[in-house]
């Protein structure tokens, strides 16, 4: 079973930067499609970051500038650097992994196109 553990989550001044990571084991990252998801208090998961095997990204707009994902193949992880955060990024946040490394099954910003999961990083962002 393919296990995600996220790190570097925690509170920070709107403006600020915060790089989050993910530890991939039981697979290796080069074989999958490997997202940054979201989820505020009441509200869906969303979909922050995509990055595939050939190197190709997804950002959603709200993070597009902001955010940058990028993939460790010798490490076997997977990154999130955000800066220029807003309150409005406040939410956890997880690391996802899709089989297929190079082409999705459902598009790249829906939860359901994603077969692993980890338990998730708490990013807050005060005004």
């Known amino acids: 079973q393919v296990q995600l553990v996220e790190s570097g989550g925690g509170s920070v001044q709107a403006g600020g930067s915060l790089r989050l990571s993910c530890a991939v084991s039981r697979a290796t990252v080069s074989n999958y499609c490997m997202g940054w998801f979201r989820q505020a208090p009441g509200k869906e998961r969303e979909g922050v970051a995509t990055?595939?095997?050939?190197?190709?990204?997804n950002y959603a707009n709200s993070v597009k500038d902001r955010f940058t994902i990028s993939k460790d193949n010798a490490k076997n992880t997977l990154s999130l650097q955000m800066d220029s955060l807003k309150p409005e990024d406040t939410a956890m946040y997880y690391c996802a992994a899709a089989p297929n490394a190079r082409y999705l099954r459902g598009p790249w910003y829906k939860a359901s196109t994603y077969d692993y999961w980890g338990q998730g990083t708490q990013v807050t962002v005060s005004s």
């Open positions: 990055i595939n095997s050939d190197g190709i990204t």
